[in-house]
């Protein structure tokens, strides 16, 4: 009998070693990671500049509460705030962590403007963490079944849709923020409008509300910028981010600008771990490689590639709805549910996985060599070529 909570299902394969773009299992067999660690390890297993920084901060100092001052904390929130135009930081241990202190940023904003029951317009299809506000702020019915009561103070509107934003708008006085993925990734790796991002920086602007930016997953360079807002000519009010920031060491952001930067006041937030020694120079590594390398723009660059190479091998598959991605995050929505390729692509020697139930999600690192590429790209091909659904 496990000693381990079920919350995972059964779990068949054991990793025990990566390098690069490949781990592998118990058995010596080896795979190349198509999902780094759920868009985590953007530079890959076993990064020197990261395992360097773990060694020296570990030989150093592993952790003391904020009640004093961490250099290595101060020394990662400038490099944030520099790539990211934002102005301050808030560190947590998790993505869901960062996005709680968004939700509790924008609930304080609207109750200090004398708001009653602020209210963050958030979308269909959304995932923004487990905890009971990123939950109820979660648009997946499967993911809340069983946790109800969720929490009040949020109203959801279809992804990549102004005008239903604007009905919002209309019915609700109490709102005070919107909260959004740039690219959704639980969601089936769904890419908005062009347009769709600046219009809701344009509308937010217009009602005086807070445009807050889930980049939990999009973050760190995963879409070909260091963050996605990046692509467009505008800045938010608040964007999250962990997943990549740490390359595997559990890490959370919260960084906002402007006027929300300073909504938070001695003891509105806190965490103990959060902002630790080990975790942010660690993370500090992360962003100076991807800041200082061409890897962002080899992201981009891959991306498209892989994507075209996609839409030619695809191109007469019937059972392809769509094929869909930035940078390296590339999703392929089939006609059926899908799951079972998960398992088939591992006897390929490869790691990927299926989400929203139709769509291959494909998360790679950013150092993929072009023959691990060519191979990833056409093991997928041969999956969904063969693919017979049992439905």
């Known amino acids: 009998m496990s000693t381990l909570m079920n919350t995972y299902g059964e779990r068949t394969l054991t990793l025990t070693k990566g390098a690069g773009s490949r781990v592998w299992d118990d058995a010596g067999n080896s795979y190349i990671d198509a999902i780094s660690g759920i868009a985590v390890c953007g530079l890959g297993h076993s990064h020197a500049a990261v395992t360097r920084a773990l060694t020296e901060q570990a030989d150093t100092l592993l952790h003391v509460s904020n009640l004093y001052n961490i250099p290595p904390q101060k020394a990662l929130a400038d490099k944030l705030c520099a790539v990211s135009k934002m102005d301050k930081v808030f560190f947590s241990n998790s993505g869901a962590e960062a996005n709680e202190a968004a ?33 109820t702020a979660t648009g997946n019915a499967n993911a809340q079944k069983g946790f109800e009561p969720l929490l009040p103070g949020f109203v959801r509107a279809p992804f990549n849709d102004i005008a239903a934003i604007e009905v919002l ?13 740039p690219v959704q990734g639980e969601g089936g ?12 920086r344009a509308l937010c602007d217009r009602h005086e509300w807070l445009l807050m930016l889930d980049e939990i997953q999009t973050g760190n360079g995963r879409t070909g910028a260091y963050f996605a807002y990046q692509h467009y000519d505008f800045l938010p009010d608040v964007v999250t981010t962990a997943k990549g920031l740490g390359n595997g060491v559990p890490i959370g952001a919260c960084l906002a600008h402007g006027p929300a930067a300073d909504i938070f006041g001695p003891g509105n937030h806190g965490s103990t771990f959060g902002g630790n ?21 080899t992201v981009a660059e891959r991306g498209h590639q892989m994507l075209q190479a ?17 940078g390296l995050m590339i999703g392929i929505e089939l006609e059926h549910p899908c799951s079972e390729l998960v398992a088939k692509a591992r006897e390929l020697g490869l790691l ?25 790209v056409n093991g997928v091909v041969e999956l969904i070529a063969n693919f017979q659904p049992t439905e």
């Open 277 to 297: 020694p080990l975790a942010c120079h660690a993370a500090s590594a992360v962003v100076d490689t991807l800041t200082e390398s061409n890897l962002m723009a």
């Open 103 to 135: 939700i509790k940023m924008a609930r304080k904003y609207g109750n200090d403007k004398g708001t009653d029951t602020p209210t963050i317009v958030v979308m269909n299809s959304a995932f923004h963490g487990r905890t009971m506000a990123t939950l």
């Open 169 to 181: 708008a209309a019915e609700h006085k109490n709102i005070v923020a919107v909260l959004v993925e």
């Open 310 to 326: 996609f839409e030619q091998k695809l191109a007469h598959n019937d059972m392809v709805v769509d094929i869909r991605g930035q």
């Open 352 to 376: 990927i996985n299926v989400t929203a139930g139709n769509t291959v999600r494909l998360l790679p690192t950013f150092i993929m060599t072009d023959e691990e590429t060519d191979t990833l």
């Open 189 to 200: 790796v769904r890419v908005p409008d062009e347009q769709y991002l600046p219009q809701l």
